[in-house]
């Protein structure tokens, strides 16, 4: 594209041109008086609105639609994207779910498998508790147990990396006097099966 350079001749004359224009227009207006140019100044006005009206609101509202339009598609694809998400992460969390027809007797069998595995061995271990809540049961057992810190540690980790799901839901730790370095633990570890069993 040329670039384009003003000089002062250029600005002077332009001035001038604009000058005598405006001295005309005065003129006119003080020869012919301001009825002369009502009926023009109204047609311009009249076709400025008729022009606001046909050809500049038309495209700006069909702009302003498209805008929320596209507002609201990019929000039900982001909406979308979460639902899969979490259907994705559900799906994960449901094939977690320990298939057994006996789910008291699994989650004992399991807390006593990872206790032998850390070497700690229980003061006590509760009933498992069946708690349903809408279309899954939460089996709980609670155990008492007395362990050093990376015992706890260690067995706290295996038990939430087992392959089916158990989750600590309740844990209370208190350091003994006797002997050095010892804990009692008591903790309530819980699973989570359909109602409908396996």
Do not use: H
């Amino acid at each position: 594209m040329p670039s384009v350079s003003l000089g002062k001749a250029d600005v002077q004359r332009w001035v001038s041109t604009a000058g005598t224009e405006l001295t005309v227009l005065r003129d006119q207006f003080r020869e012919r008086g301001y009825k002369f140019f009502i009926r023009p100044l109204g047609m311009a006005g009249a076709a400025m609105l008729v022009g606001y009206y046909y050809v500049y609101l038309p495209p700006l509202a069909r702009a302003s639609k498209v805008a929320v339009e596209l507002g609201a598609a990019q929000a039900t694809a982001q909406y979308a994207e979460d639902y899969k998400n979490l259907t994705a992460r559900l799906d994960g969390l449901y094939t977690k779910l320990p298939r057994t027809d006996d789910p008291q007797g699994w989650i004992l069998a399991e807390v006593r498998k990872t206790l032998r595995q850390e070497g700690i061995v229980p003061l006590s271990i509760s009933t498992p508790t069946d708690a349903p809540r809408g279309e899954y049961r939460f089996i709980s057992i609670q155990v008492r147990c007395q362990a050093n810190y990376p015992q706890i540690a260690s067995w706290i980790s295996r038990l939430e990396r087992n392959e089916s799901i158990l989750f600590v839901s309740e844990l209370i730790l208190r350091k003994e006097s006797e002997p050095i370095g010892s804990n009692t633990l008591d903790v309530t570890i819980t699973t989570v099966v359909p109602k409908g069993g396996a």
